[in-house]
């Protein structure tokens, strides 16, 4: 089912520096909601959209992830933050808004911490002057020469602020060079080819991510959790089974009985599970839901 675009409302105020939800704004959503089963898989912890405008990116975010989660949300304008706050109050969702420039009011504090971050920057090409000169909400989309100087600006900083299982979203423009644009920041992450349904005519929608994230992507795209994980079907299955932490809790000894509290402990080898670390960044270990994993059929008995 498809998620519904976020409400909101621009005070006249607001319309003249604000920046109203356009093409690139749906173009986004519609790549958040394409990811939406890998990115709530991942149990995003923190959320930052930089330059968040009306902040019905950083709400739909928020309602898409359907879990408790510290969203965040960066702009120079202090009428955006407020429009953000209201969007999101409006949609029934929670996000804390900061004014300033790009991630530096939070880059500190949230080095390493974040799990899901946006960025629909200012990408149309204009003259350096313009950018400074922009009153209103033209400096929503004056991006410089090539519409890079405020991108190449913030590009830097995104494998500081990336967790390790960290996901980047970014808009682009064709006249941005993107092919350059991945080149010149090539260990800055690990770059996806923009898929079909995250394209326009002239705008792309990048993504950045861990490498965990394309191994996950990898090894559960064709796995069933209801077959058996053994290469050699009609073989053996070997499970090792521990109790630890035993801990008696009662002894009745006229009943003949025992109540306990312990721990069980599973361990097998999953042979559809793997992966060659060469291909992925060298990344030899990653984290998968058990409930999309085959699990054992083990009691105890009493």
């Given at each position: 089912m498809s998620l519904a675009t976020p409400q909101y409302r621009l005070t006249p105020e607001e319309e003249e520096s604000v920046y109203d939800p356009a093409e690139d704004t749906f173009l986004l959503l519609d790549a958040l909601e394409k990811d939406a089963q890998v990115i709530r898989a991942a149990r995003p912890m923190v959320v930052l959209e930089i330059g968040c405008g009306s902040g019905v990116v950083s709400t739909f975010a928020a309602n898409m992830l359907d879990a408790p989660c510290c969203s965040l949300a960066t702009d120079l304008n202090v009428l955006a933050a407020q429009c953000a706050r209201r969007t999101a109050d409006l949609n029934h969702a929670s996000l804390d808004t900061v004014v300033g420039d790009l991630a530096a009011p939070l880059q500190d504090r949230l080095f390493g911490k974040v799990d899901l971050l946006l960025?629909?920057?200012?990408?149309?090409?204009?003259?350096?002057?313009?950018?400074?000169?922009?009153?209103?909400?033209?400096?929503?989309?004056?991006?410089?020469?090539?519409?890079?100087?405020?991108?190449?600006?913030?590009?830097?900083?995104?494998?500081?602020?990336?967790?390790?299982?960290?996901?980047?979203?970014?808009?682009?423009?064709?006249?941005?060079?993107?092919?350059?644009?991945l080149k010149d920041n090539e260990t800055c992450c690990f770059w996806c080819k923009p898929s079909s349904d995250s394209v326009s005519r002239e705008r792309k929608i990048l993504s950045a991510r861990a490498n965990h994230f394309d191994v996950y992507k990898a090894i559960t795209t064709d796995y069933d959790k209801n077959v058996l994980p053994v290469r050699n079907i009609s073989g053996p299955?070997?499970?090792?089974?521990?109790?630890?932490?035993?801990?008696?809790?009662?002894?009745?000894?006229?009943?003949?009985?025992?109540?306990?509290?312990?721990?069980?402990?599973?361990s097998w080898k999953d042979e559809n599970m793997g992966w060659k670390e060469s291909k992925f960044g060298g990344t030899s270990k990653v984290v998968i839901p058990s409930s999309l994993l085959w699990k054992p059929d083990i009691y105890v008995m009493s």
């Amino acid at each position: 089912m498809s998620l519904a675009t976020p409400q909101y409302r621009l005070t006249p105020e607001e319309e003249e520096s604000v920046y109203d939800p356009a093409e690139d704004t749906f173009l986004l959503l519609d790549a958040l909601e394409k990811d939406a089963q890998v990115i709530r898989a991942a149990r995003p912890m923190v959320v930052l959209e930089i330059g968040c405008g009306s902040g019905v990116v950083s709400t739909f975010a928020a309602n898409m992830l359907d879990a408790p989660c510290c969203s965040l949300a960066t702009d120079l304008n202090v009428l955006a933050a407020q429009c953000a706050r209201r969007t999101a109050d409006l949609n029934h969702a929670s996000l804390d808004t900061v004014v300033g420039d790009l991630a530096a009011p939070l880059q500190d504090r949230l080095f390493g911490k974040v799990d899901l971050l946006l960025f629909n920057p200012p990408y149309v090409p204009t003259s350096t002057e313009e950018i400074a000169g922009c009153k209103e909400v033209g400096r929503a989309w004056a991006g410089g020469i090539n519409g890079r100087e405020v991108l190449d600006r913030f590009l830097p900083t995104v494998p500081k602020l990336l967790s390790e299982n960290g996901l980047f979203y970014l808009v682009a423009l064709d006249k941005n060079g993107i092919d350059q644009l991945l080149k010149d920041n090539e260990t800055c992450c690990f770059w996806c080819k923009p898929s079909s349904d995250s394209v326009s005519r002239e705008r792309k929608i990048l993504s950045a991510r861990a490498n965990h994230f394309d191994v996950y992507k990898a090894i559960t795209t064709d796995y069933d959790k209801n077959v058996l994980p053994v290469r050699n079907i009609s073989g053996p299955m070997v499970v090792s089974v521990e109790l630890t932490y035993f801990y008696i809790l009662s002894m009745d000894q006229l009943q003949e009985t025992i109540t306990f509290h312990t721990d069980l402990g599973m361990s097998w080898k999953d042979e559809n599970m793997g992966w060659k670390e060469s291909k992925f960044g060298g990344t030899s270990k990653v984290v998968i839901p058990s409930s999309l994993l085959w699990k054992p059929d083990i009691y105890v008995m009493s």
